[in-house]
């Protein structure tokens, strides 16, 4: 059995400056339209997703981001109690329209 010697196996990653070979090269959106895009997830999907990028993780860790991420997640928020009459007129255009 021939052994080497003289050269040692690492276990580190490879790391590169650009966040698309960062991500693996797969990434063809502007940064600016991955933050787009990121930003309007739920919380829990981008708690998954900051274990699946570096840069995706730097950009959710971002201060920024999450003030932005909080804000567009509040204005989406909206609770409508309808009263009764105002289904039962709803209901009766709905059914004048058939």
Known sequence: MATVTGQRRTNKRKTSAEPAAACGGVVTLPEHGI???LLRLPARGLA???CACRS???EISSRGFQDRHHALA???FAF????YATAR???AA?????
């Open 48 to 50: 998954r997703l900051r």
């Open 80 to 83: 409508l109690q309808p009263s």
């Open 74 to 76: 509040a204005a989406k």
């Open 89 to 91: 007129r709803l209901h």
């Open 35 to 37: 933050a787009e895009v």
């Open 94 to 98: 709905k059914n004048r329209t058939k």
């Open 56 to 58: 995706w993780n730097a």
